[in-house]
């Protein structure tokens, strides 16, 4: 259980890790690096929990077959995150989230989370203990955001690419993982 709990939410991270990495090569003031990470922590632990309610609705509904389910969302979550990305979109996205407050931060928060939706969703139907992932969901979150906000202009573009790339393989590994241990019992 715990491997798949680390599976599970590693390449959040590495995601978090990547979307920050972006804001700090655009450059953003001390304050803005707070608030920045105060918003992603809340979105990157309020997601999974939106989607976990609604993964244990469908898990009680979907019974046997919940397994399967949440093993197809994290395939197609981790092809998902493999998908090139218009680059031109997704920076006047970061660079609009660096400056926005309000409810166009929220908008952009709930934009950014959408993977972690998932992820939720999937806890949700594999009755995993909710808490103890929002915590190290939250924990890992607010320490990947400062690391990728002080260190990205420094790493650089190729990198932040690669750590989605790397999140996207994890996930769809995972899924196919738990696929075999489902096909072996």
Same mark, same amino acid.
């Given at each position: 259980?715990?491997?798949?709990?680390?599976?599970?939410?590693? =390449?959040?991270?590495?995601? &978090?890790?990547?979307?920050?990495?972006?804001?700090?090569?655009?450059?953003?003031?001390? /304050?803005?690096?707070?608030?920045? &990470?105060?918003?992603?922590?809340?979105?990157?632990?309020?997601? =999974?929990?939106?989607?976990?309610?609604?993964? /244990?609705?469908?898990?009680?509904?979907?019974?046997?077959?919940?397994?399967?389910?949440?093993?197809?969302?994290?395939?197609?979550?981790?092809?998902?995150?493999?998908? =090139?990305?218009?680059?031109?979109?997704?920076?006047?996205?970061?660079?609009?989230?660096?400056? &926005?407050?309000?409810?166009?931060?929220?908008?952009?928060?709930? %934009?950014? %989370?959408?993977?972690?939706?998932?992820?939720?969703?999937? $806890?949700?139907?594999?009755?995993? =203990?909710?808490?103890? $992932?929002?915590?190290?969901?939250?924990?890992?979150?607010?320490?990947? &955001?400062?690391?990728?906000? /002080?260190?990205?202009?420094?790493?650089?573009?190729?990198?932040?690419?690669?750590?989605?790339?790397?999140?996207?393989?994890?996930?769809?590994?995972?899924?196919?993982?738990?696929?075999?241990?489902?096909?072996?019992?």
């Amino acid at each position: 259980m715990w491997l798949t709990l680390i599976g599970l939410i590693v =390449p959040l991270g590495l995601d &978090t890790f990547a979307v920050a990495a972006a804001l700090g090569i655009a450059g953003l003031k001390a /304050r803005d690096r707070t608030r920045v &990470t105060v918003l992603f922590t809340a979105f990157e632990v309020g997601m =999974p929990l939106v989607g976990f309610l609604g993964g /244990r609705v469908v898990g009680q509904v979907a019974g046997n077959a919940a397994d399967v389910i949440a093993i197809a969302i994290l395939i197609a979550v981790g092809l998902y995150m493999l998908r =090139p990305t218009g680059d031109e979109r997704e920076e006047r996205r970061l660079t609009l989230l660096g400056r &926005t407050r309000g409810w166009a931060a929220i908008a952009l928060g709930v %934009s950014i %989370s959408m993977d972690e939706l998932a992820i939720g969703f999937t $806890i949700g139907l594999l009755g995993f =203990p909710v808490i103890v $992932i929002l915590v190290l969901i939250g924990v890992q979150t607010f320490i990947v &955001t400062q690391l990728g906000l /002080r260190l990205g202009q420094r790493l650089g573009e190729r990198v932040r690419e690669g750590a989605e790339r790397l999140a996207g393989i994890a996930l769809a590994g995972l899924g196919i993982v738990l696929a075999v241990e489902k096909l072996l019992h």
